[in-house]
């Protein structure tokens, strides 16, 4: 694994549970509960890993290309990632698979996860990339 997959793949995290942080702030929820933190981000970060390489968001000639990624980024997490997401945290709350997932809640999800991880991966792409373009 290259260093930069390595970055990006912990920039993805990273962004994840900050959107699950800042979920649990708003609700006035513990954040300094580590565990129901975790146990909260669980489902996505699960869901993101296991599906988003199979989009490629991993691979060089995809990531470092804004047309190659918005697409497989965008159409994997919403509707495949977050889905699937949404699905195992209604299993692990013990609520109906589909009836138990909350519309406002998937809603809010799509839109903070999505832009935190476009963000995320500007930044990566601005930074880290172009930084190391021009000192070679």
Do not use: C
């Amino acid at each position: 694994m290259k260093n930069s997959t390595i970055t990006l793949a912990i920039g993805d995290l990273v962004a994840l549970l900050l959107i699950v942080w800042l979920g649990r702030l708003s609700h006035v929820i513990s954040i300094w509960d580590v565990g129901q933190w975790l146990y909260t981000a669980f489902p996505f970060v699960l869901a993101w890993f296991v599906i988003m390489p199979w989009f490629g968001v991993y691979q060089t000639e995809i990531h470092q290309n804004w047309r190659r990624l918005l697409p497989r980024l965008l159409l994997g997490w919403t509707l495949v990632g977050l889905p699937l997401g949404l699905m195992m945290r209604s299993f692990i709350l013990g609520r109906p698979i589909i009836a138990g997932i909350m519309p406002t809640f998937a809603m809010v999800m799509v839109i903070t996860t999505t832009s935190a991880i476009l963000g995320w991966r500007f930044v990566h792409q601005r930074w880290f990339l172009q930084a190391g373009s021009s000192s070679a």
